[in-house]
């Protein structure tokens, strides 16, 4: 089956600093990668939709120079908190759409709990 | 607008008994519908999918979905739980529209051993 895979699994940082989460589609090939966040309890959220080679397309709300997304190839997609705060702190979830199939399904990763002091 | 409702936000079971899990959607167009299942401490896994053909969908772990399209309704069933299916649920949608799934609240169910 389709496997999305998410690294780091967890993240602590110091107020101010950048952090980096990868999003890799192991056995298929994503033009599609989309971010989430997962508050405690709650849904998903939508943050941006990530498509390979061209800009990603921000949800509202979301600050897109806060949140960068690089999605460089077929495979990967990237996620970096910029300056990150306390309240960046948060369970983010990348998923990949395998569109093989004909279905369109998205497929999660882990996900990466980030917490910053 | 675009939604998903799950009506039911939690639920509690007994071991053997079924289960039927609420979901109705507000989409237009051709929708392609889903079941994710999240176990405690694990990620979103895909229990089952209905894009087309037969209304009635089976996945894994003996859990079906009835997609019935007057009622805009894709609910879950399961005709005996197990203490192992203790977990959320979401049901999910997708469109011919734009690349985004809409995720309902989630139920989250409890089985009792």
């Known amino acids: 089956g389709a496997v999305v895979s998410q690294h780091p699994s967890w993240v602590i940082c110091k107020s101010g600093t950048s952090v980096k989460i990868e999003c890799r589609s192991l056995?298929?090939?994503?033009?599609?990668m989309f971010w989430y966040r997962q508050f405690p309890k709650q849904s998903l959220m939508l943050m941006a939709t990530?498509?390979?080679?061209?800009?990603?397309?921000?949800e509202q709300g979301v600050e897109k120079d806060k949140f960068l997304i690089n999605h460089a190839s077929l495979t990967l997609s990237t996620l970096t908190v910029t300056s990150a705060h306390p309240e960046d702190s948060s369970f983010y979830i990348c998923?990949?759409?395998?569109?093989?199939?004909?279905?369109?399904?998205?497929?999660f990763g882990p996900g990466t709990r980030l917490t910053v002091l | 607008a675009q939604s998903v409702s799950q009506h039911n936000h939690h639920v509690i079971l007994s071991e053997a008994a079924s289960l039927e899990l609420g979901c109705n959607y507000s989409?237009?167009?051709?929708?392609?519908l889903f079941w994710y299942v999240q176990y405690p401490g694990q990620h979103l896994q895909l229990l089952l999918k209905?894009?087309?053909?037969?209304?009635l969908v089976k996945g894994i772990k003996g859990f079906e979905a009835e997609f019935i399209k007057s009622k805009f309704s894709f609910n879950l069933r399961k005709p005996s739980v197990q203490w192992s299916d203790t977990a959320e649920y979401f049901c999910?949608?997708?469109?011919?529209?734009?690349?985004?799934?809409?995720f309902g609240k989630g139920t989250r169910l409890h089985i009792l051993p």
């Open positions: 999910a949608v997708t469109s011919n529209r734009d690349d985004k799934i809409i």
């Open positions: 209905y894009f087309s053909g037969d209304p």
């Open positions: 056995d298929f090939q994503a033009t599609t």
């Open positions: 990530s498509n390979e080679g061209s800009k990603a397309t921000y």
């Open positions: 989409y237009g167009g051709t929708v392609n």
């Open positions: 998923s990949a759409r395998d569109g093989g199939d004909g279905t369109d399904t998205q497929y």
